[in-house]
């Protein structure tokens, strides 16, 4: 389904959209957000068709560099700790005109932030840059794992 990475962040994209309903729970908004950045953690594994090397890794992430925070965020997703170290790097909120990601966070609803660098910043914010920007400039794919390989002789 996602064979192609600009799929997956325009998903996320939508995920955002979706988050941006004015019937939703705060809870449900903030599933959506983690979905997003899930996908968008994943873009990468796509983007680079299975090379999970550090250089790869490192080289993505110079490109895009809200894409390791991402990454940190669906990850502690996926692996649950027993014990947060600092129970106060993650906050739900509105975004105010202090914040860093006053005019790329998502207006007029509560927004989950987490601590970058020592700053907080709005993950709604992470995705949306991460995301439009990738789609922006990436290439499609040379090929997906979905189109068929020739493995045998043809003459």
């Given at each position: 389904?996602?064979?192609?990475?600009?799929?997956?962040?325009?998903?996320?994209?939508?995920?955002?959209d979706l988050a941006g309903r004015p019937d939703l729970e705060v809870s449900t908004?903030?599933?959506?957000?983690?979905?997003?950045?899930?996908?968008?953690?994943?873009?990468?594994?796509?983007?680079?068709?299975?090379?999970w090397s550090p250089a790869g890794?490192?080289?993505?992430?110079?490109v895009f560099p809200e894409w390791g925070a991402l990454r940190h965020i669906a990850n502690g997703t996926k692996h649950a700790k027993s014990q947060i170290a600092d129970s106060t790097?993650?906050?739900?909120?509105?975004?105010?005109?202090?914040?860093?990601?006053?005019?790329?966070?998502?207006?007029?609803r509560p927004n989950l932030f987490v601590m970058v660098q020592d700053e907080q910043r709005a993950v709604s914010a992470?995705?949306?840059?991460?995301?439009?920007?990738?789609?922006?400039?990436?290439?499609p794919p040379a090929t997906t794992l979905s189109e068929p390989k020739l493995t045998a002789n043809l003459d």
């Amino acid at each position: 389904m996602f064979n192609d990475p600009r799929t997956m962040a325009r998903a996320a994209l939508d995920l955002l959209d979706l988050a941006g309903r004015p019937d939703l729970e705060v809870s449900t908004i903030m599933a959506l957000e983690l979905g997003a950045a899930m996908l968008c953690s994943h873009v990468r594994d796509w983007h680079d068709l299975g090379d999970w090397s550090p250089a790869g890794h490192e080289a993505f992430k110079a490109v895009f560099p809200e894409w390791g925070a991402l990454r940190h965020i669906a990850n502690g997703t996926k692996h649950a700790k027993s014990q947060i170290a600092d129970s106060t790097a993650t906050d739900i909120r509105d975004l105010s005109w202090g914040d860093a990601d006053f005019w790329w966070g998502s207006q007029c609803r509560p927004n989950l932030f987490v601590m970058v660098q020592d700053e907080q910043r709005a993950v709604s914010a992470l995705i949306a840059s991460f995301a439009n920007r990738y789609i922006e400039i990436a290439k499609p794919p040379a090929t997906t794992l979905s189109e068929p390989k020739l493995t045998a002789n043809l003459d």
